[in-house]
């Protein structure tokens, strides 16, 4: 068993975040995992994402506030435990479009060797 309270998950920092304070809760630097990883984003009103895609299928559940997500073709604001699930490939922006911080949970397989 491997445990991460919240209050000493690592911090991680992605690329093109801004507004974002990134913590990992399982995986990488917190811990062993064989074949996903989980991740909490706290948005700051207006915090965001670039649009960009990656190899690998991500699943977003909103565990506070209001995020949207927004592809090439649609966009959709997620509620709280919405949740979202984008394929390999798949251009996402990320957005707190609201005037509170908003809590965005994230698990993502690692990439395959």
């Not at 507004?19 to 965001?48: D, N, T």
């Not at 649609?74 to 911080?101: C, H, I, K």
Request: glycine share 8%.
């Amino acid at each position: 068993m491997n445990t991460t309270r919240f209050a000493q998950a690592p911090a991680y920092f992605p690329p093109n975040h801004d507004g974002m304070h990134c913590l990992r809760l399982q995986g990488h630097e917190a811990g062993p995992s064989e074949s996903l990883w989980l991740g909490v984003s706290v948005l700051l009103p207006g915090g965001h994402t670039s649009l960009d895609a990656s190899a690998v299928e991500k699943h977003y559940v909103v565990l506070e506030g209001e995020v949207c997500i927004r592809t090439p073709d649609e966009a959709v604001t997620l509620q709280q435990f919405d949740s979202v699930r984008l394929a390999p490939g798949e251009a996402r922006q990320v957005s707190n479009p609201g005037n509170r911080p908003a809590m965005l949970l994230l698990a993502m397989p690692y990439p395959k060797a």
